[in-house]
Protein backbone atom coordinates (compact mmCIF):
# COMPACT_ATOMS: atom_id res chain seq x y z
CA UNK A 1 0.00 0.00 0.00
CA UNK A 2 0.95 3.77 -0.65
CA UNK A 3 1.00 5.19 2.66
CA UNK A 4 1.57 8.64 3.72
CA UNK A 5 2.64 9.73 7.24
CA UNK A 6 1.46 13.48 8.02
CA UNK A 7 4.36 14.75 9.83
CA UNK A 8 6.25 17.87 10.24
CA UNK A 9 9.35 16.19 11.08
CA UNK A 10 10.87 12.62 9.62
CA UNK A 11 13.50 12.33 12.30
CA UNK A 12 10.43 12.08 15.62
CA UNK A 13 10.38 8.83 16.94
CA UNK A 14 6.90 8.43 16.46
CA UNK A 15 7.46 9.07 12.43
CA UNK A 16 10.74 7.00 12.39
CA UNK A 17 9.04 3.94 13.58
CA UNK A 18 5.88 4.28 11.39
CA UNK A 19 8.44 4.92 8.17
CA UNK A 20 10.16 1.81 9.63
CA UNK A 21 6.76 -1.00 10.03
CA UNK A 22 5.19 -0.01 6.88
CA UNK A 23 8.76 -0.97 4.85
CA UNK A 24 9.01 -4.19 7.28
CA UNK A 25 5.72 -5.13 5.96
CA UNK A 26 6.09 -4.13 2.23
CA UNK A 27 4.38 -0.98 2.26
CA UNK A 28 5.74 2.17 -0.06
CA UNK A 29 5.63 4.96 3.25
CA UNK A 30 5.93 8.62 2.80
CA UNK A 31 6.33 11.18 4.79
CA UNK A 32 4.48 14.41 4.21
CA UNK A 33 4.94 17.73 5.76
CA UNK A 34 1.17 19.32 5.90
CA UNK A 35 2.95 22.69 6.55
CA UNK A 36 3.95 23.02 2.90
CA UNK A 37 1.60 21.07 1.31
CA UNK A 38 -1.30 22.78 -0.07
CA UNK A 39 -4.59 22.10 -1.15
CA UNK A 40 -6.67 22.96 -4.88
CA UNK A 41 -9.96 23.27 -3.72
CA UNK A 42 -11.43 25.17 -6.24
CA UNK A 43 -11.55 22.45 -8.89
CA UNK A 44 -14.25 19.40 -8.88
CA UNK A 45 -11.08 17.10 -8.84
CA UNK A 46 -9.79 18.00 -5.22
CA UNK A 47 -6.20 17.66 -4.93
CA UNK A 48 -2.48 17.95 -2.54
CA UNK A 49 -0.08 19.53 -4.22
CA UNK A 50 3.78 19.32 -2.40
CA UNK A 51 7.07 21.30 -4.02
CA UNK A 52 5.15 21.94 -6.85
CA UNK A 53 4.04 18.20 -7.55
CA UNK A 54 0.84 16.81 -7.44
CA UNK A 55 0.59 13.85 -4.56
CA UNK A 56 -0.20 10.86 -5.42
CA UNK A 57 -4.44 9.81 -4.15
CA UNK A 58 -2.55 7.46 -1.18
CA UNK A 59 -4.17 4.21 -0.08
CA UNK A 60 -4.12 5.45 3.27
CA UNK A 61 -2.83 8.41 5.70
CA UNK A 62 -1.64 8.39 9.12
CA UNK A 63 -2.11 12.06 10.26
CA UNK A 64 0.44 12.90 13.25
CA UNK A 65 -0.84 16.25 13.57
CA UNK A 66 0.57 18.57 16.25
CA UNK A 67 -1.88 20.47 18.59
CA UNK A 68 -0.11 23.82 17.17
CA UNK A 69 -1.24 22.66 13.47
CA UNK A 70 -4.50 21.09 13.74
CA UNK A 71 -6.75 23.68 11.91
CA UNK A 72 -4.24 23.66 8.82
CA UNK A 73 -3.05 19.79 9.63
CA UNK A 74 -6.97 18.74 9.29
CA UNK A 75 -7.26 21.15 6.22
CA UNK A 76 -5.10 18.84 4.57
CA UNK A 77 -6.30 15.49 5.91
CA UNK A 78 -9.62 16.33 4.83
CA UNK A 79 -8.68 16.79 1.15
CA UNK A 80 -7.08 13.14 1.37
CA UNK A 81 -10.41 12.01 2.43
CA UNK A 82 -11.69 13.73 -0.36
CA UNK A 83 -9.77 12.39 -2.77
CA UNK A 84 -10.48 9.01 -0.99
CA UNK A 85 -7.61 8.08 0.84
CA UNK A 86 -8.27 5.91 3.80
CA UNK A 87 -7.37 7.85 7.29
CA UNK A 88 -6.10 6.15 9.98
CA UNK A 89 -7.96 8.48 12.32
CA UNK A 90 -10.60 10.81 10.18
CA UNK A 91 -10.06 14.88 10.25
CA UNK A 92 -13.33 15.48 12.19
CA UNK A 93 -12.74 13.13 14.66
CA UNK A 94 -8.94 14.98 15.25
CA UNK A 95 -11.02 18.31 15.46
CA UNK A 96 -13.60 16.82 18.01
CA UNK A 97 -10.79 15.91 20.13
CA UNK A 98 -9.05 18.88 19.76
CA UNK A 99 -11.28 20.63 22.34
CA UNK A 100 -11.16 19.40 25.46
CA UNK A 101 -14.43 20.73 26.54
CA UNK A 102 -16.40 19.20 23.96
CA UNK A 103 -14.90 15.78 24.19
CA UNK A 104 -15.88 15.40 27.28
CA UNK A 105 -19.59 16.72 26.78
CA UNK A 106 -19.46 13.81 24.25
CA UNK A 107 -18.33 11.11 26.53
CA UNK A 108 -20.38 12.26 29.88
CA UNK A 109 -23.46 12.02 27.40
CA UNK A 110 -22.42 8.25 26.83
CA UNK A 111 -22.00 8.11 30.68
CA UNK A 112 -18.04 7.24 30.97
CA UNK A 113 -17.11 8.03 34.30
CA UNK A 114 -15.10 11.53 34.17
CA UNK A 115 -13.58 13.75 36.95
CA UNK A 116 -16.30 16.62 37.94
CA UNK A 117 -15.70 19.54 35.58
CA UNK A 118 -17.07 22.95 35.43
CA UNK A 119 -16.95 25.92 33.28
CA UNK A 120 -18.20 29.39 33.10
CA UNK A 121 -17.55 32.26 31.89
CA UNK A 122 -18.55 35.12 33.98
CA UNK A 123 -16.46 35.90 37.21
CA UNK A 124 -19.61 36.58 39.45
CA UNK A 125 -19.90 32.73 39.29
CA UNK A 126 -16.61 31.18 40.53
CA UNK A 127 -18.08 30.41 44.01
CA UNK A 128 -20.41 27.96 42.30
CA UNK A 129 -17.83 26.43 39.85
CA UNK A 130 -15.86 25.69 42.73
CA UNK A 131 -18.87 23.53 44.55
CA UNK A 132 -19.09 21.64 41.28
CA UNK A 133 -15.59 20.80 41.24
CA UNK A 134 -16.30 19.20 44.82
CA UNK A 135 -14.58 22.41 46.34
CA UNK A 136 -11.07 22.30 47.13
CA UNK A 137 -8.08 21.29 46.75
CA UNK A 138 -9.26 21.16 42.67
CA UNK A 139 -7.42 21.62 39.44
CA UNK A 140 -7.95 24.75 36.62
CA UNK A 141 -6.87 23.96 33.02
CA UNK A 142 -6.54 26.24 30.16
CA UNK A 143 -8.42 24.57 27.15
CA UNK A 144 -5.65 25.10 25.01
CA UNK A 145 -2.96 23.80 26.93
CA UNK A 146 -0.92 20.74 26.10
CA UNK A 147 2.09 18.15 27.56
CA UNK A 148 0.92 19.65 31.78
CA UNK A 149 1.09 23.19 30.42
CA UNK A 150 -1.79 25.58 32.16
CA UNK A 151 -2.10 22.62 34.44
CA UNK A 152 -2.40 24.01 37.97
CA UNK A 153 -3.43 22.93 41.29
CA UNK A 154 -5.29 24.77 43.52
CA UNK A 155 -5.25 23.76 47.34
CA UNK A 156 -7.58 26.14 49.22
CA UNK A 157 -10.37 28.28 48.28
CA UNK A 158 -8.45 31.29 48.13
CA UNK A 159 -5.81 30.39 45.60
CA UNK A 160 -8.95 28.69 43.70
CA UNK A 161 -10.83 32.17 43.45
CA UNK A 162 -7.64 34.01 42.57
CA UNK A 163 -6.26 32.02 39.87
CA UNK A 164 -10.01 31.49 38.47
CA UNK A 165 -9.94 35.04 38.23
CA UNK A 166 -6.46 35.78 36.35
CA UNK A 167 -7.37 33.43 34.10
CA UNK A 168 -10.56 34.78 33.47
CA UNK A 169 -9.02 38.42 33.19
CA UNK A 170 -6.74 37.21 30.70
CA UNK A 171 -10.11 35.86 28.68
CA UNK A 172 -7.91 32.27 28.59
CA UNK A 173 -10.79 29.57 28.59
CA UNK A 174 -10.68 27.11 31.49
CA UNK A 175 -12.73 24.00 33.03
CA UNK A 176 -12.09 24.09 36.81
CA UNK A 177 -12.02 19.71 37.71
CA UNK A 178 -12.42 17.80 40.72
CA UNK A 179 -8.90 17.15 42.11
CA UNK A 180 -8.66 12.74 42.13
CA UNK A 181 -6.54 12.13 44.90
CA UNK A 182 -6.59 8.65 44.97
CA UNK A 183 -4.61 8.68 41.63
CA UNK A 184 -1.60 10.01 43.90
CA UNK A 185 -0.25 11.65 41.25
CA UNK A 186 -0.31 8.95 38.87
CA UNK A 187 -2.69 8.31 35.35
CA UNK A 188 -2.51 5.54 33.15
CA UNK A 189 -1.84 5.68 29.06
CA UNK A 190 -4.19 3.11 27.14
CA UNK A 191 -2.57 3.00 23.66
CA UNK A 192 -6.46 1.78 21.61
CA UNK A 193 -5.99 0.39 17.98
CA UNK A 194 -9.32 -0.42 16.80
CA UNK A 195 -11.33 -1.84 19.59
CA UNK A 196 -8.44 -2.85 21.73
CA UNK A 197 -6.09 -1.59 23.89
CA UNK A 198 -2.37 -2.58 22.33
CA UNK A 199 -0.06 -1.22 25.44
CA UNK A 200 -0.81 0.48 28.43
CA UNK A 201 1.45 2.14 30.85
CA UNK A 202 1.33 3.98 34.36
CA UNK A 203 3.14 7.52 34.64
CA UNK A 204 4.22 8.32 37.62
CA UNK A 205 4.36 12.41 38.28
CA UNK A 206 8.04 13.31 40.36
CA UNK A 207 7.54 13.54 44.14
CA UNK A 208 5.94 16.92 45.43
CA UNK A 209 4.44 17.11 41.32
CA UNK A 210 1.08 16.16 40.72
CA UNK A 211 1.16 15.92 36.64
CA UNK A 212 2.18 12.97 35.08
CA UNK A 213 3.36 14.30 31.89
CA UNK A 214 6.61 12.93 30.85
CA UNK A 215 7.49 15.72 29.77
CA UNK A 216 6.78 17.12 33.61
CA UNK A 217 8.98 14.79 34.11
CA UNK A 218 7.20 11.55 35.12
CA UNK A 219 8.02 8.10 35.27
CA UNK A 220 6.81 5.85 32.92
CA UNK A 221 6.00 1.75 33.97
CA UNK A 222 4.24 -1.18 32.47
CA UNK A 223 0.99 -1.80 34.33
CA UNK A 224 -1.74 -4.81 34.23
CA UNK A 225 -4.77 -3.01 33.73
CA UNK A 226 -8.34 -4.06 35.00
CA UNK A 227 -11.12 -5.38 32.34
CA UNK A 228 -13.31 -2.10 33.27
CA UNK A 229 -10.28 0.12 32.57
CA UNK A 230 -9.76 -1.59 29.38
CA UNK A 231 -13.09 -1.10 28.45
CA UNK A 232 -13.57 2.58 29.41
CA UNK A 233 -10.72 3.31 27.10
CA UNK A 234 -12.17 1.43 23.76
CA UNK A 235 -15.42 2.94 24.65
CA UNK A 236 -14.09 6.30 25.10
CA UNK A 237 -11.63 6.32 21.93
CA UNK A 238 -14.23 4.94 20.01
CA UNK A 239 -17.09 7.44 21.34
CA UNK A 240 -14.41 9.89 19.85
CA UNK A 241 -15.01 8.13 16.64
CA UNK A 242 -10.91 7.32 16.62
CA UNK A 243 -9.63 4.35 15.03
CA UNK A 244 -6.20 5.16 17.23
CA UNK A 245 -5.96 6.81 20.71
CA UNK A 246 -3.92 7.50 23.38
CA UNK A 247 -6.94 7.18 26.50
CA UNK A 248 -5.92 8.46 29.60
CA UNK A 249 -7.61 7.68 32.61
CA UNK A 250 -7.49 8.11 36.28
CA UNK A 251 -7.82 5.84 39.17
CA UNK A 252 -10.39 6.79 41.36
CA UNK A 253 -12.20 5.60 44.33
CA UNK A 254 -15.30 5.40 41.68
CA UNK A 255 -13.27 3.87 39.01
CA UNK A 256 -11.60 4.32 35.86
CA UNK A 257 -11.92 8.46 35.06
CA UNK A 258 -11.16 9.20 31.66
CA UNK A 259 -8.97 12.74 31.62
CA UNK A 260 -8.11 13.04 28.03
CA UNK A 261 -8.27 11.57 24.46
CA UNK A 262 -5.42 11.95 22.18
CA UNK A 263 -5.86 11.54 18.64
CA UNK A 264 -2.12 11.28 18.09
CA UNK A 265 -0.30 9.48 20.75
CA UNK A 266 3.10 9.18 21.00
CA UNK A 267 5.00 5.78 20.20
CA UNK A 268 8.33 6.31 22.00
CA UNK A 269 6.98 6.11 25.87
CA UNK A 270 4.57 3.04 25.46
CA UNK A 271 6.87 1.30 22.83
CA UNK A 272 10.03 1.70 25.69
CA UNK A 273 8.01 1.14 28.38
CA UNK A 274 5.91 -2.23 27.20
CA UNK A 275 8.64 -3.43 24.35
CA UNK A 276 5.23 -3.78 22.24
CA UNK A 277 5.94 -2.89 18.64
CA UNK A 278 3.13 -0.54 18.35
CA UNK A 279 3.81 0.99 15.13
CA UNK A 280 3.25 -2.69 13.38
CA UNK A 281 0.00 -2.80 14.78
CA UNK A 282 -1.15 0.39 13.80
CA UNK A 283 0.29 -0.92 10.70
CA UNK A 284 -1.46 -4.08 10.40
CA UNK A 285 -5.12 -2.14 11.76
CA UNK A 286 -4.29 -0.20 8.09
CA UNK A 287 -3.93 -3.27 6.35
CA UNK A 288 -7.55 -4.97 7.18
CA UNK A 289 -9.35 -1.81 7.32
CA UNK A 290 -7.33 0.41 4.86
CA UNK A 291 -9.69 0.82 1.99
CA UNK A 292 -10.23 3.33 -0.48
CA UNK A 293 -13.33 5.53 0.07
CA UNK A 294 -14.17 4.25 3.13
CA UNK A 295 -14.14 7.74 5.31
CA UNK A 296 -17.17 7.34 7.68
CA UNK A 297 -17.53 11.45 7.05
CA UNK A 298 -15.51 12.00 4.32
CA UNK A 299 -14.67 14.78 6.20
CA UNK A 300 -17.96 16.20 6.42
CA UNK A 301 -19.42 17.37 9.95
P1 LIG B 1 -2.37 17.96 29.39
O1 LIG B 1 -3.36 17.68 28.31
O2 LIG B 1 -1.76 19.31 29.32
O3 LIG B 1 -1.40 16.84 29.58
P2 LIG B 1 -3.94 16.88 31.53
O4 LIG B 1 -5.36 17.23 31.68
O5 LIG B 1 -3.60 15.55 30.94
O6 LIG B 1 -3.21 18.04 30.72
O7 LIG B 1 -3.24 17.00 32.96
C1 LIG B 1 -1.84 16.83 33.17
C2 LIG B 1 -1.59 15.87 34.34
O8 LIG B 1 -2.14 16.40 35.55
C3 LIG B 1 -2.27 14.52 34.16
O9 LIG B 1 -1.45 13.64 33.43
C4 LIG B 1 -2.50 14.06 35.58
O10 LIG B 1 -1.35 13.41 36.11
C5 LIG B 1 -2.72 15.36 36.35
N1 LIG B 1 -4.16 15.65 36.48
C6 LIG B 1 -4.93 16.27 35.57
N2 LIG B 1 -6.21 16.38 35.98
C7 LIG B 1 -6.26 15.83 37.20
C8 LIG B 1 -7.32 15.66 38.16
N3 LIG B 1 -8.56 16.07 37.93
N4 LIG B 1 -7.02 15.02 39.32
C9 LIG B 1 -5.75 14.58 39.56
N5 LIG B 1 -4.71 14.73 38.70
C10 LIG B 1 -4.96 15.34 37.53
Known amino acids: MKIAILSRNKKLYSTR ?7 QRGHEPMVVDVLRSYMDIASSKPEVHFNGESLPAFDAIIPRIGASVTFYGTAVLRQFEMMGSFPLNESVAISRSRDKLRSLQLLSRKGIGLPNTGFA ?14 GTPL ?11 GV ?7 A ?20 IKEA ?5 RCFVVGDKVVAAIKRQAQPGEFRSN ?15 ERATAVKAAKIMGLNVAGVDLLRS ?16 GIETATGKDVAGLIIEFIEKNGKPHRTRTRGQG
Not at 160 to 179: C, D, P, R, T, W
Open 121 to 134: HDPGDIPDLIKMAG
Open 160 to 179: AESVIEAFMGLKANIMVQEY
Open 17 to 23: RLVEACE
Open 253 to 268: GRGPLVMEVNSSPGLE
Open 184 to 188: GGADI
Open 214 to 228: LHRGGAASLIRITPK
Open 152 to 158: VLAETKK
Open 139 to 149: VIKLLEGTQGI
